[in-house]
């Protein structure tokens, strides 16, 4: 029984990251829970054939794509795939981008840019990593890191970014 629901949850969360990374995958019905990755006809990699309405339904908001491609990035950081993680984040920032300083992207910004920051530390590449750390700053200025859960190193950057402010 638990194994079941273990491999529903990781069926799920692997629907979610394939959903994020591609715009023209269809989500989860509200009235039936149901998920589906039936490709829309309007997306980039679809047959040719004209769509069957203007706009596909249940298409996921590119904030929400973006929050859960964050989340996989704070994943890969903790699990030391550094370089996965930067992908990772700059495809959510490119999906953020459109937002501009909307509320509701705000907080998905400094999440990003903090796990931006936290692997550029990882791999020593201190000026990047501030840079990151800058941009979560100017968004939410009163962003804190857990002390007992970063890198001394993290942190000691992270104060650096903000007393150059």
Not at 68 to 77: F, G, M, N, S
Not at 87 to 95: F, S
Not at 132 to 137: D, G, H
């Amino acid at each position: 029984m638990k194994t079941g629901r273990r491999l529903e949850r990781a069926v799920q969360a692997g629907i979610a990251i394939v959903m994020a990374l591609h715009p023209g995958v269809s989500r989860a019905d509200p009235a039936t829970g149901e998920t589906s990755l039936a490709i829309a006809s309007n997306a980039p990699h679809a047959r040719s054939n004209p769509p069957a309405s203007p706009a596909p339904r249940g298409l996921w908001p590119a904030d929400e794509r973006a929050a859960v491609l964050i989340a996989h990035a704070e994943r890969k950081v903790a699990t030391a795939h550094f370089d996965e993680a930067l992908v990772l984040t700059g495809r959510a920032r490119e999906l953020l981008a459109p937002y501009g300083r909307k509320q509701r992207a705000l907080r998905h910004k400094a999440d990003l840019e903090v796990a931006a920051a936290t692997a550029f530390v990882a791999l020593d590449r201190k000026r990047e990593a501030i840079a990151c750390f800058r941009r979560a700053l100017s968004v939410e200025p009163e962003l804190e890191l857990e002390v007992a859960s970063t890198s001394p190193k993290v942190l000691r950057v992270f104060r650096e970014a903000r007393s150059a402010r």
